[in-house]
């Protein structure tokens, strides 16, 4: 069945967001095995770093990819959506939601640690409030939460995506086509 055409810049920005959040998640386990920072270990600090930079990068991705859904309306989606497509749009809607809760609930779990966060180097973002140990476990406990449920739901993202591809209707090659 020939799909309505995702605008291009949405299939580029996919595939960019897909691939730093898989990347973020393989390389978050072994980043946190790393030595804790000493004046003699400072192996954590390239990756804390460029885990933050991948990070933020990526929640102006979602935000920018949310606006044009939003700006295109039904553009690329169908106009009177059946329930499983209503279902596949509430899960987009979530992804968004946990993206962003990933996202700040890193940034304020990291400004409450007293560590700085430079913006790829360039840009010192500002940190919210002085060190503080109870609100960086708390959000670092929501840090954790949010990035096993946005887990969960990519999971059932690409379960559908394997799904409409085993059916064969021409939905995945959505992302596929320029
Ligand atoms: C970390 C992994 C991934 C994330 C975070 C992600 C996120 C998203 C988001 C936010 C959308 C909604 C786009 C919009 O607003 O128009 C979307 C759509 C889509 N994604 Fe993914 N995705 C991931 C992996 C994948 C993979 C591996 C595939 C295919 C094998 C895939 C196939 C699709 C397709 C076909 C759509 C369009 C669905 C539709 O319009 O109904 N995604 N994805
Ligand atoms: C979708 C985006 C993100 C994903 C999927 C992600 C994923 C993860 C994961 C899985 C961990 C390991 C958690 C644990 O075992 O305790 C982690 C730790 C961490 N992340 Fe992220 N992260 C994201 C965005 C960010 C952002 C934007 C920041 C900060 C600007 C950040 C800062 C941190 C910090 C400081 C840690 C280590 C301490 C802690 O658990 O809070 N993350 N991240």
């Not at 959040?21 to 804790?36: G, T």
């Not at 004046?39 to 933050?52: D, M, S």
């Not at 919210?128 to 840090?143: R, T, V």
């Not at 209707?169 to 596929?176: A, R, V």
Request: glycine share 6%.
């Amino acid at each position: 069945m020939e799909q309505e055409r995702l605008p291009k810049i949405t299939v580029i920005l996919h595939w960019v967001l897909a691939s730093s959040v898989f990347f973020l998640f393989v390389s978050s386990w072994w980043m946190l095995s790393l030595p804790l920072p000493s004046a003699e270990f400072t192996y954590r600090v390239l990756p804390f770093q460029l885990h933050k930079n991948i990070g933020i990068t990526l929640l102006l991705i979602a935000v920018t990819m949310a606006a044009i859904r939003i700006a295109k309306g039904s553009n690329g989606h169908p106009k009177n959506p059946d329930r499983l497509q209503k279902l596949a749009a509430l899960d987009h809607l979530i992804m968004y939601f946990l993206l962003a809760a990933c996202c700040l609930s890193g940034y304020l779990s990291s400004s409450y640690s007293g560590w700085e966060t430079s913006f790829w180097w360039i840009l010192n973002l500002p940190a919210w409030a002085q060190e503080n140990d109870d609100l960086n476990i708390l959000f670092s406990g929501l840090h954790l939460w949010s990035c096993w449920a946005l887990l969960a739901v990519i999971v059932l993202h690409i379960g559908a995506a394997i799904y409409h591809g085993i059916a064969d209707d021409g939905l995945i090659n959505k992302m596929f086509r320029l």
